[in-house]
């Protein structure tokens, strides 16, 4: 009678080992990934290539802001076309204390998590009363008034911009050291992603996600769905104004131009690209676009016909042929592609 309950009670050998197959398949695009950019470092050191460290930095610190983006746009059907003004929070924060004498990156980080809690729980607010273009424009409407906002403020350069004079000072961490600075972004960013996904596989993320299939039906259910929405939108705008300090500390420099809406436009375009609702997409978004922009605007293959002068003068209408291409035969984006449609959520 044990051996019998025994055998009732225990799963198969082959479904438990097709069980393991399946998490392996999940969890093999996000760890080679991240396994390829572990190995930057060491590649441009041998190969004599420093650039690659910085080129590859701020492809991970536009996909952090994208994964931001990404918990609202892809879980939330929240089109916001003005997340990029909580880059420039972050940007001007580290700018703005550094012009002060202030050169503790705890506290740069300190405060401009702090401003952009502040400003997107008030931008929220008042966002989220409404929904589709209306949605989309109100939330065009404040980056531009913080864009204007950053312009207006001559004492802190204005439309010129901030330099910045030293990178934060972060204990036990030199960011002058290019190395040093690709391992704190690549942890943040690791950090980040594992973060999102316990955040998105919990019962938080599962209301998220219901909220923007079926809305009428999760109000009916009872989720006060204001203050879930709420909460994801404040989150996404504080991973992004952590992407703002470190590109802020990348470039030395808080521009404006980090708070227009073409860039807002670029991070939801790395979303869409790399593929919506999934952890990993925005930041193969990310690199898709950085890659094929540094790529195109140089072209450096020889082209017969004078068509690299072409491309190089007219970068951007190639690259809206390949996004029209992505959009139209890979819909789940270039990471679902890729990992297939069982690991999309990984």
């Not at 399946?22 to 041998?46: E, G, Q």
């Not at 420093?50 to 701020?58: E, H, K, M, Y």
């Not at 929904?131 to 001559?154: D, N, P, R, V």
């Amino acid at each position: 009678m044990n051996s019998t309950l025994y055998a009732k009670d225990t799963p198969p050998y082959g479904a438990s080992a097709g069980a393991r197959g399946k998490a392996f398949r999940r969890a093999a695009p996000a760890a080679a990934i991240f396994l390829a950019l572990c190995a930057v470092p060491a590649a441009a050191h041998l190969l004599g290539q420093p650039f690659w460290l910085g080129l590859v930095a701020r492809i991970m610190i536009l996909g952090l802001a994208a994964v931001g983006l990404n918990l609202v746009l892809g879980y939330g059907g929240m089109v916001s076309l003005g997340h990029a003004m909580y880059l420039g929070i972050g940007a001007y924060s580290v700018g703005i204390l550094s012009a002060h004498g202030v050169d503790s990156g705890l506290v740069h980080l300190a405060v401009a998590l702090a401003a952009g809690a502040a400003v997107a729980l008030i931008v929220g607010l008042v966002c989220l009363k409404t929904s589709g273009m209306a949605f989309i424009m109100i939330t065009l409407a404040f980056a531009q008034m913080f864009y204007f906002l950053a312009i207006s403020l001559k004492q802190y350069g204005g439309d010129d911009g901030l330099t910045i004079a030293s990178h934060s000072r972060v204990p036990g961490l030199s960011l002058d050291d290019p190395y040093q600075f690709y391992l704190l972004v690549l942890a943040v960013l690791a950090i980040i992603c594992a973060l999102c996904k316990r955040l998105t596989d919990s019962r938080f993320g599962l209301v998220l996600r219901g909220s923007r299939q079926n809305p009428r039906r999760m109000r009916a259910l009872g989720f006060p769905l204001l203050r879930y929405r709420l909460a994801a939108y404040v989150l996404s705008a504080m991973i992004v104004v952590m992407a703002g300090v470190l590109l802020a500390n990348l470039a030395r420099f808080a521009s404006p131009s980090y708070m227009s809406w073409t860039l807002s436009g670029d991070l939801v375009l790395m979303c869409v690209l790399g593929g919506m609702a999934t952890l990993l997409g925005p930041i193969v978004g990310a690199a898709a676009f950085v890659l094929l922009e540094e790529f195109l605007s140089g072209m450096p293959l020889d082209l017969p016909a004078g068509a690299a002068d072409l491309i190089r003068t007219h970068w951007l209408g190639v690259f809206g042929v390949f996004v029209v291409a992505v959009v139209l035969f890979a819909r789940r984006g270039l990471y679902g592609a890729l990992a297939g449609r069982e690991d999309t959520d990984g």
